[in-house]
């Protein structure tokens, strides 16, 4: 434990008093060094919620002392050509609680009032996964799924069932994809229709087998090169999953060509916490997290 002082609100922020922080891959990535943008020494935590204990006085907000609120940590500059295009999330400046600025693993972290999002109904530890749960609405968003699809998501960890889950409740076919028993049997619980410890498509993607969208979730090269030979043709893959810096996915032109394939990433969450609140607080997609 390391004592800091109380964090002092500048205008437009509120004070909040954390009450619950969850540990995301990111973190860890920092505390080992492998996030070049993280700030030296910053005190992590980007996926967290709290309470309004304070208001600065020229602050404008709807939110009052005591509500319970999830937190957006990406804060832009609103003056770029990424924010005033609707891609806030490319923000070259982009700030980041519990990144490039301290974050919720404290008792108590100021933030601008942009970034709070009033939460009804659910307790703090459910407010938590809004942030992660954003990072996924953004994640099936770009992978632009369609009822009756068929989708596969590669690894069952908490960003994969979520995929599941929203895909699921969409209307699409999901076919889950981990090597942890018990992580496929959560899978069924979020809404998995199939689960596998090793995909095999059954045919040539061009002739029509394979997945219509893939979902890799897991970050590592050998699952992203195989998302894409398991896409049929015309079929999109989407790369979820964060990556080491410097790690490199052999890709086959060609095949991309032949197969008319989309390759798409995402990065953070563009848009999605008011959704993922929303998403939460109905407490149908996700029911089997809390």
Same mark, same amino acid.
């Given at each position: 434990?390391?004592?800091?002082?109380m964090?002092? /609100?500048?205008?437009?922020?509120?004070?909040?008093?954390?009450?619950?922080?969850?540990?995301?891959?990111?973190?860890? *990535?920092?505390?080992?060094?492998?996030?070049?943008?993280?700030?030296?020494? @910053?005190?992590i935590? *980007?996926e967290?919620?709290?309470?309004?204990?304070?208001?600065?006085?020229?602050t404008?907000?709807?939110?009052?002392?005591?509500?319970?609120?999830?937190?957006?940590?990406?804060?832009?500059?609103?003056q770029?050509?990424?924010?005033?295009?609707?891609?806030?999330?490319?923000?070259?400046?982009?700030?980041?609680?519990?990144?490039?600025?301290?974050?919720? /693993?404290?008792?108590?972290?100021?933030?601008?009032?942009?970034a709070?999002?009033?939460?009804?109904?659910?307790?703090?530890?459910?407010?938590?996964?809004?942030?992660?749960?954003?990072?996924?609405?953004?994640?099936?968003?770009?992978?632009?799924?369609?009822?009756?699809?068929?989708?596969?998501? #590669?690894?069952?960890?908490?960003?994969g069932?979520?995929?599941?889950?929203?895909?699921?409740?969409?209307?699409a *076919?999901?076919?889950?994809?981990?090597?942890?028993? /018990?992580?496929?049997?959560?899978?069924?619980?979020?809404?998995?229709?199939v689960?596998?410890?090793?995909?095999?498509?059954g045919?040539?993607?061009?002739?029509?087998?394979?997945?219509? =969208?893939?979902?890799e979730?897991?970050?590592?090269?050998?699952? /992203?090169?195989?998302?894409l030979?398991?896409?049929?043709?015309g079929?999109?893959?989407?790369?979820?999953?964060?990556?080491?810096?410097? =790690?490199? @996915?052999?890709?086959?032109?060609?095949m991309?060509?032949? *197969?008319?394939?989309? #390759?798409?990433?995402?990065?953070?969450?563009a848009?999605?916490?008011?959704?993922?609140?929303?998403?939460?607080?109905?407490?149908?997609?996700?029911?089997?997290?809390?």
């Amino acid at each position: 434990m390391v004592e800091k002082p109380m964090p002092t /609100m500048s205008p437009g922020d509120v004070l909040i008093r954390v009450a619950a922080s969850g540990i995301c891959g990111t973190d860890l *990535h920092i505390c080992k060094g492998e996030t070049p943008h993280a700030s030296n020494k @910053v005190t992590i935590g *980007h996926e967290f919620a709290g309470y309004v204990e304070d208001i600065h006085p020229e602050t404008v907000t709807l939110a009052k002392v005591g509500d319970l609120v999830a937190i957006d940590p990406n804060i832009p500059c609103n003056q770029c050509t990424f924010c005033r295009n609707k891609k806030y999330h490319l923000c070259p400046t982009l700030r980041c609680i519990g990144v490039t600025c301290n974050g919720g /693993m404290a008792k108590y972290v100021a933030v601008p009032s942009s970034a709070i999002f009033i939460t009804h109904g659910i307790s703090p530890e459910v407010a938590s996964l809004a942030e992660p749960l954003s990072c996924v609405v953004h994640a099936v968003d770009t992978g632009a799924i369609k009822s009756g699809d068929r989708v596969l998501v #590669i690894g069952a960890g908490p960003i994969g069932l979520m995929v599941t889950a929203l895909c699921a409740t969409g209307g699409a *076919h999901v076919t889950v994809s981990e090597l942890n028993q /018990m992580r496929r049997e959560k899978a069924l619980e979020f809404g998995a229709s199939v689960t596998t410890d090793k995909v095999d498509i059954g045919g040539d993607p061009i002739k029509g087998f394979g997945f219509d =969208v893939v979902f890799e979730c897991v970050g590592l090269p050998t699952t /992203m090169e195989a998302a894409l030979g398991y896409a049929k043709a015309g079929g999109t893959v989407v790369w979820v999953g964060v990556a080491k810096p410097g =790690v490199t @996915v052999p890709v086959s032109p060609f095949m991309v060509y032949r *197969h008319e394939l989309t #390759i798409k990433s995402t990065y953070t969450n563009a848009f999605g916490m008011d959704r993922a609140v929303k998403i939460l607080a109905d407490n149908k997609c996700l029911g089997r997290v809390y």
